[in-house]
């Protein structure tokens, strides 16, 4: 269990510094081509719908010609970091499973249900 | 003003926001949407948002330094993230339905509850792990934390109400796209008796789950703008990290005592603002 415990510990950190490198990469890479434009979150609109798919994200993040390209890789640096905390809970699913400990693996396994259904539905 | 300056004075706000929260003890979540609402007039959906996500990020480092010590109970922490995600995904599936101003209006109720559930006392009446709920111990709940005196051993009490009341503080997160880290530890502190220590430990490892089981369904709403979403939460990841720093440099106790004073002028300013009512 410790080991699980100081693997989680280092996932962890690791997983938000990663996501957080991205995400301001991506914001410095975006404000440079909207040095005039004036800021839009006053009014709700709404998110465009590629955002609610990684793989869209990832597609309009690579392709250079399309509008909302640099808006993406923030994006994706915001998905890894929504992503932490379901990481989190299946490799501890998992280790309690290796471990022997079924009732906490079966545990672990429903809240990593719930967060998918919340996630992917 | 344009997007790169609006977005400098959102970060600085931001780590400004995650400082005060690390120092008071309550989230950054909680204090940084009213000071998007009302300072910089972005609508709530966006602000909820954007903060729910630097709840996530802020969640993440703090949890991994208490796990690393010792000090989470994961056996706690998991069990009771069935019942705080579930209430999370009940909350968010209501917030994207209820009124704007409703929502303000319960926003700034519970961040006057967290103040004063903040200057509230702990409970100092421990279990004996002999003595805890029969459900706690065949869930393995209790456990021990490292003191300077060797491990101490500790009990858990009443599970069941504790696990309703976590239900609860899921919604709330979920509803109001905060953390509601002090609702969690009522929950563990006062109800099931876990030594404090153990509790925010703990609550801290619930926190990023509980967020993420609600921030999906923002996602798909569209209220995660990533022009927003970057500047609060890195601003709000540096402030935290910078004011578990200040900790112990600061006089802690008189900042507490201007910070929540501060806050609980927020909290009512948003109620005014859903109810209509400019002040200010």
């Known amino acids: ?76 640096g915001v998905f890894l970091l929504l992503l932490n905390p379901l990481i989190r809970v299946a490799l501890a699913s998992v280790g309690y499973l290796l471990g022997g400990d079924r009732l906490y693996a079966a545990i672990s396994a429903v809240v990593f249900a719930v967060l998918l259904v919340s996630f992917f539905w | 003003m344009t997007q790169p300056l609006f977005d400098i004075a959102v970060a600085a706000a931001s780590f400004f926001a995650g400082m005060v929260g690390a120092m008071i003890g309550l989230g950054g979540g ?13 609508d709530m959906r966006y602000a909820m948002g954007a903060a729910l996500c630097s709840v996530i990020a802020t969640s993440s480092g703090a949890a991994a330094a208490y796990l690393r010590d010792g000090i989470s109970n994961m056996q706690i922490g998991m069990f009771l993230c ?79 109400p504790g696990f309703l009341i976590m239900w609860v503080a899921g919604v709330l997160s979920g509803l109001l796209g905060i953390g509601s880290g002090a609702f969690k530890v009522v929950a563990m502190d006062q109800i099931m008796r876990i030594p404090f220590k153990v509790t925010t430990a703990t609550s801290n490892f619930m926190i990023g789950v509980t ?24 601003g709000v990841l540096a402030g935290a990290f910078a004011g578990a720093r200040l900790l112990t440099v600061v006089p802690v106790k008189l900042l507490r005592g201007i910070f929540l004073v501060a806050v609980t002028v927020i909290a009512v300013q948003m109620i005014a603002r859903g109810m209509g009512i400019s002040i200010g």
């Open chain 2, 30 to 42: 909680i204090i940084i949407t009213p000071l998007l609402v009302l300072g910089f007039g972005i």
């Open chain 1, 1 to 76: 269990m410790n080991r699980l415990t100081a693997l989680l510990a280092k996932v962890m950190l690791a997983g938000t510094l990663v996501s957080a490198a991205i995400i301001a990469a991506g914001l410095i890479w975006y404000l440079s081509a909207h040095l005039g434009t004036p800021p839009g979150d006053h009014i709700f609109a709404g998110e465009p719908k590629y955002y609610e798919s990684p793989v869209e994200m990832a597609r309009h993040a690579l392709a250079l010609d399309q509008i909302g390209h640099r808006r993406s890789l923030v994006m994706i």
């Open chain 2, 211 to 234: 967020a993420a089981a609600s921030v999906g369904i923002y996602l798909k709403k569209g209220y995660l703008d990533p022009a927003l979403v970057a500047p609060v939460a890195l």
């Open chain 2, 82 to 160: 069935i019942a705080t995600t579930i209430g999370a995904v009940c909350g968010a599936m209501l917030a994207v339905v209820l009124d704007q101003s409703l929502l303000a209006i319960i926003f700034g109720a519970a961040l006057l509850v967290t103040v004063a559930l903040s200057l509230g006392k702990r409970s100092e009446a421990l279990v004996e792990p002999d003595d805890s709920d029969p459900l706690a111990k065949s869930l393995r709940l209790p456990g021990t934390f490292p003191s300077d005196r060797g491990p101490v051993r500790y009990g858990v009490a009443s599970v069941v």
